[in-house]
T-cell receptor, first 114, second 113 residues
Framework: NAGVTQTPKFQVLKTGQSMTLQCAQD?????MSWYRQDPGMGLRLIHY???????DQGEVPNGYNVSRSTTEDFPLRLLSAAPSQTSVYFC?????????????FGSGTRLTVV | AQSVAQPEDQVNVAEGNPLTVKCTYS??????LFWYVQYPNRGLQFLLK??????LVKGSYGFEAEFNKSQTSFHLKKPSALVSDSALYFC???????????FGAGTRLTVKP
């Protein structure tokens, strides 16, 4: 049981390049989300998904796309990277069953856009 | 949408003294409240949560938090701080009626020997 796996751990992009941050979970959680962490701003929600085939925007969705073709995977795509997207990105998955609620984070991807 | 405020960017305490990290929240429905800790260059680690039940919640590493509905607060506490508690602490809230969780800006705790 690996939990939430994010790849890569580090990435440097040039302005205008595109890339996909991968996120996979093996806990059969329905809900997955992407956050970015910036100094003094905490974690801000980018996009989330309540199940396969369903995605929605969070607080800061501009410049990012997501898809959820399977329960396990929730990739985050940067279509045209900008320096403002330099950040640490966290993927999370969660469940809510029978009054219990759990939230698991990946270890993060540190992205630098130059 | 729900929101969280952590009014202190930085909290400094001496080792052995009690510590408090403050958090207030705003939700339209029933709050699910969480505390996470982040050590340098690491991901977020779960400390404790309040869903329902007793207002005093005990969590990992000797931390506890008190849910106060009238003050909409969920302050994190520890009776005796350790130098190893120095880290970045995040409060988070989920509105029971929806799925996304919102985080505060974080409070950096420094415990000095």
């Amino acid at each position: 049981n690996a939990g939430v796996t994010q790849t890569p751990k580090f990435q440097v992009l040039k302005t205008g390049q595109s890339m996909t941050l991968q996120c996979a979970q093996d806990m059969n959680h329905e809900y997955m989300s992407w956050y970015r962490q910036d100094p003094g701003m905490g974690l801000r929600l980018i996009h989330y998904s309540v199940g396969a085939g369903i995605t929605d925007q969070g607080e800061v969705p501009n410049g990012y796309n997501v898809s959820r073709s399977t329960t396990e995977d929730f990739p985050l795509r940067l279509l045209s990277a900008a320096p403002s997207q330099t950040s640490v990105y966290f993927c999370a998955s969660s469940y809510s069953r029978g009054g219990e609620y759990g939230y698991t984070f990946g270890s993060g991807t540190r992205l630098t856009v130059v | 949408a729900q929101s969280v405020a952590q009014p202190e960017d930085q909290v400094n305490v001496a080792e052995g003294n009690p510590l408090t990290v403050k958090c207030t929240y705003s939700v339209s429905g029933n709050p699910y409240l969480f505390w996470y800790v982040q050590y340098p260059n690491r991901g977020l680690q779960f400390l404790l949560k309040y869903i329902t039940g007793d207002n005093l919640v005990k969590g990992s590493y000797g931390f506890e938090a008190e849910f106060n509905k009238s003050q909409t607060s969920f302050h994190l506490k520890k009776p005796s701080a350790l130098v190893s508690d120095s880290a970045l602490y995040f409060c988070a809230v989920r509105d029971g009626g929806n799925n996304d969780m919102r985080f505060g800006a974080g409070t950096r705790l420094t415990v000095k020997p």
